[in-house]
């Protein structure tokens, strides 16, 4: 659908679910393809799995994005292999259940460590390759919860996902002389391997509330940062792009066709 042949991505969280599915359309459409998790495991069965799709290089980089040097190691290892890194997606995220009565410090610290520190070190150590693009582009996965919804157990998340879209109406400012975007995609429910911790009762619950009827999948969050990532999408900064089937829309259940 989208040609990014000769362009270089690294995808944060990329060896599953929503980042699996951002990995896949841009390794269907010939870019070369970082992805970066921490399990080792999951990273060569990806590896393996996204070389059979294109034509571009894959290669997966073991990284915490909560820990800044490590994600300076990703985005070296990038430009090493690829010789630059046109895009950046700042992915890799957790959504924990933490009720607010009982959420202690450490549970607090921690999803911020993860979500908020770790988009900002994402993005902070690809920035001197993004800049020397010439076409650079940022791509944020926040949520609908946070920025647009709530849901209980998820205070701490909508909160770290909420920052996400702080950050990027600034970076967009401070990198637009760049030539760089910063936009944000905003999943509803999308049918991942974190998500279906939750349990069936939560995914079915959760299947009526969207119009749309079905939840999501990861390469529909993927064929927005492909397009994201393209050149007839550079004038595009800044934004929250909700991908939802619709699920925020309805004033009550009542307002869904049954
Ligand atoms: P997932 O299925 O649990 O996958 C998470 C990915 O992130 C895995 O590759 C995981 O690999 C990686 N990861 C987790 N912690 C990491 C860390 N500290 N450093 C590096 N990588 C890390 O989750 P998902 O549902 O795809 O969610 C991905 C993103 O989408 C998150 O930012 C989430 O907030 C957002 N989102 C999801 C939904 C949804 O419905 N699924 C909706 C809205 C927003 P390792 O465990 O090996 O590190």
């Not at 980042?19 to 495991?41: L, Y």
């Not at 607010?100 to 690809?126: D, H, K, R, S, W």
């Not at 001197?128 to 076409?135: E, F, Q, T, V």
């Not at 390469?219 to 900064?237: Q, S, V, W």
């Amino acid at each position: 659908m989208f040609d990014l042949q000769g362009r270089s991505v690294v995808v944060t969280g990329g060896t599953k679910g929503i980042g699996r599915g951002i990995a896949t359309v841009f390794a269907r459409a010939g870019a070369n393809v970082a992805v970066a998790g921490r399990s080792t495991a999951d990273i060569d069965t990806c590896v393996a799995d996204l070389e059979q799709l294109g034509s571009g290089k894959v290669i997966g980089v073991q990284t915490d994005v909560s820990d800044r040097d490590q994600c300076e190691a990703l985005a070296s290892r990038t430009v090493e292999a690829f010789g630059g890194i046109d895009v950046v997606c700042a992915n890799a995220g957790v959504f924990p259940d933490a009720p607010l009565a009982t959420m202690t410090p450490e549970q607090l610290t921690g999803i911020f460590a993860v979500n908020v520190n770790g988009t900002f070190y994402a993005v902070q150590a690809c920035l001197d390759a993004l800049i020397a693009s010439g076409s650079g582009r940022v791509v944020l996965t926040s949520s609908i919860t946070g920025p647009i919804t709530g849901y209980p157990g998820w205070s701490h998340y909508g909160a770290t996902k909420a920052a996400q879209l702080g950050f990027m109406r600034t970076a967009a400012i401070e990198l637009a002389p760049h030539k760089i975007t910063v936009n944000a995609i905003l999943p509803g429910n999308i049918m991942t391997e974190g998500l279906l911790d939750n349990g069936e009762e939560y995914i079915a619950s959760m299947a009526r509330s969207i119009p749309a009827g079905a939840l999501g999948t990861p390469e529909d969050i993927g064929h927005l940062a492909a397009f994201l990532a393209t050149k007839e999408a550079g004038y595009i900064t800044g934004q929250a792009i909700a991908v939802d089937g619709g699920q925020v829309l309805p004033e009550s259940l009542d307002a869904i066709a049954t």
